[in-house]
Every structure is written in structure tokens, then in C-alpha cells.
């Protein structure tokens, strides 16, 4: 990154779910807004609501147009660390939300892909995370409920520059205290992931007869 670039990052966690009133992921956006993610990243954060119908219109897809990258943060009950999402799906919406309402046709976007895969390599991503001594998971379900539709919309209308992380939902590492440390480390690692990826493509893109799903495919071999 050039050092007078600005990156503009989204940043969302959901709002009260359930016993949570206080949703630890939207804490945890709140406690990575405060510390920053390094010089020439600015965040913007959004508080989504548990709801099918009112999570895409938080002025989401404004947000999402203006920034280069968009990071949702959900909770995983059960869970002891985070979950790095790699897929978004558009079927399968039957849990009915804190409204008590379900997606027509247990859809995100009619006539939209199946599934939609993140421009962040999360299983390389992961090595690399382990490797430096952190506790993370690669996934490829975000569970069909809320996190799921809403990075799968993300997906479709930032064309795949998005990522989705789980955090817990309770214990000692749900804490901002524990979990913005680490969610700095890995949102880090993911911009790195990204600047690399965005490199190589306006280096291969100055070549004759480039393609933009050649060097994706090629970026997730290695």
C-alpha cells in the first residue's frame, strides 16, 4: 500500500440476540474501532440487526459500496475460539429470527449463485494464523441463520470482498479484552491477504488476454 493510500473498512456485529443483550461481536467492533487497525485504515462500524428483513437495510450496501472491504463479526455459541467463514449460502434460511420471520422460499437472493466464496483465502489464511501460535478455524458452513445470510449478501453485492469471522459467545475469550487483540491480528493478516491478491492482479491485468477468475483460482492454489 502506497503511503498515502487509505483503505476504508466496514466493520459489523449484531445487535441483541436471544440472552445476549449486549451482543459480544458488536462489542467487539466497538473495541476495534477504538484501537484502530494500523496507520491508513480507516473503520467504519455498523450495528446489524437478528433480522432478515431489517439486516440488509442498515445502510449496509452503502457502506459496502463505499469501502474496499467489508468484515462482519457474528457469535457462535458453544464455540472456545474463531471461526474463519470462507462461504456464504443463498438456501436453506428455515430459523425464523428475533422478529420471528423467515426469508420467502428460505432465500437470500432469488435466482442468485448457491454459494459464494470470499476473495480472502481463509484455509491459507488459517495455516498462517496457526503458525503464529493463535487458535483459529476454517469453516465453510456459517450456519444458514443470520451470519450467514447476511455475509452471503455481502458477497454477492461486494463481488466477494468480504469476510465473515465467528467469535464466541460467552467465556473468558468472548471478552473485547481477549477478543480485540486477536481479532486485530487476523483482520491485519486479512488486509495483507488482500493488498497481495489486489498486487498480483494489476500486475496480471497489465498482461494481454488476463483474466480475473484465472488469478483468483491460481491465488487460492497457493
Known sequence: MD???VSVVLLTGFGPFREYLVNP???????????GLGENINIYIKEVPVSYIKSPQVDL???????QFAIHLGIAPGSRGISLEQTGKNHGYRDR?????????????????DRLDSIIDMRSLSKD????GLEVIYSRDAGRYLCDFVYYCSLHHDHGRA??????ASGSMATPERLV??????IRAMLNQLE??????????????????DLIAWMHLL
Open 196 to 213: 497481495a491478491l489486489q498486487t498480483c492482479l494489476k500486475n496480471y491485468t497489465d498482461k494481454p488476454q488476463a483474466h480475473y477468475c
Open 97 to 113: 429470527d428475533v422478529c420471528a420471520f423467515c426469508p420467502v422460499n428460505h432465500c437470500c437472493i432469488e435466482g442468485g449463485s
Open 25 to 35: 461481536s458488536w462489542q467487539a467492533a466497538q473495541g476495534l474501532e477504538k484501537v
Open 163 to 168: 469476510a465473515f469471522i465467528h467469535v464466541p
Open 61 to 67: 450496501l452503502t457502506f459496502l459500496c463505499d469501502s
Open 181 to 186: 487483540p486477536l481479532l486485530q491480528t487476523v
Open 3 to 5: 503511503a498515502d493510500e
Open 129 to 132: 494464523l496457526k503458525q503464529m
